[in-house]
């Protein structure tokens, strides 16, 4: 590698931009409409509206400045998307609406914006907001983790056991659901990139996210380094450690606070697998 981007650098530039993208996606909820992306394979994946737009191109532009030769994997095709060459060692994930569809339009859970900083395959800076929520995290790998609450400064993120409530998938099966209930939690579909900081959240014990296909994006797995770095329990499979590589296969996302907690998701994951008839 030439020259590695300064990670911090890239925590402190994008910050701001990211509550600029966050505060217009707050102000324009109930205001937008869809307008689905033609070729997508699902409702979800086609949702778009003039928010996506405007969040991903305030997120652009502060990125330009510090990475214009990153390799670009933006959610939508905006026009500032062609000024980026392509020819540098980072790779920069961004997007701008996690949960277009279920979470901001139908207002089912959190949804959230957020942008990573990838090195030789693994994130080493990571952004998440959630902007009903008025919260920012952010995290730079081996260096902790923050939380930004409104205009408030930054204060060190850590992880407590707190609350009944879990954060899942929109599509777990019910008998992975009943799992959760069974132990005495409340369940809240929320978008990937909030169940990722699951532990980090009021009231919020923990996070699942199940893709049965076990394509889990890499956009998906921008908040697991936020979560590791705040000393949460970030697992895959069967409870192995979550994987660094953001192309690797997994279908399982546990974050918790607690091995109590993290052992009740694993009872749920598998109820998920039994249901679905997927085989370990």
């Not at 214009?68 to 500032?80: F, G, I, N, Q, V």
Request: glycine fraction near 10%; hydrophobic fraction near 50%; aromatic fraction near 4%.
């Amino acid at each position: 590698m030439r020259n590695p981007p300064d990670a911090r650098r890239f925590v402190e530039v994008l910050a701001p931009a990211l509550h600029e993208a966050a505060a217009i996606a707050r102000a324009l909820e109930g205001r937008v409409r869809n307008r689905p992306k033609l070729g997508e394979a699902t409702p979800v994946k086609a949702a778009l509206t003039a928010a996506d737009t405007a969040c991903q191109e305030v997120l652009l532009s502060a990125l330009h400045v510090i990475l214009p030769d990153a390799r670009l994997e933006a959610e939508e095709d905006t026009p500032s998307v062609a000024a980026f060459s392509g020819r540098g060692d980072a790779t920069v994930v961004v997007d701008p609406i996690d949960g277009t569809l279920r979470f901001f339009l139908e207002g089912l859970g959190p949804y959230a914006s957020m942008v990573g900083l990838a090195i030789h395959g693994a994130y080493r800076a990571a952004l998440v907001a959630l902007p009903r929520e008025g919260l920012l995290l952010d995290a730079v790998r081996g260096e902790g983790a923050r939380i930004w609450r409104g205009d408030r400064p930054p204060r060190p993120a850590r992880v407590v056991r707190r609350g009944h409530r879990i954060l899942i998938s929109h599509d777990l099966p019910g008998p992975a659901v009943e799992v959760l209930l069974g132990a005495g939690f409340a369940v809240q579909p929320a978008c990937g990139g909030a169940i990722a900081v699951a532990p980090l959240l009021p009231g919020v014990r923990g996070g699942l996210r199940f893709a049965a296909d076990g394509q889990m994006s890499a956009r998906a797995r921008i908040g697991v380094l936020i979560a590791a770095e705040a000393g949460a329990l970030v697992r895959g499979e069967e409870g192995a450690p979550f994987p660094d590589d953001i192309r690797a296969p997994a279908s399982a996302l546990l974050v918790a606070a607690h091995e109590d907690d993290l052992a009740v998701l694993r009872d749920a994951v598998s109820a998920a697998r039994r249901a679905l008839h997927i085989c370990v």
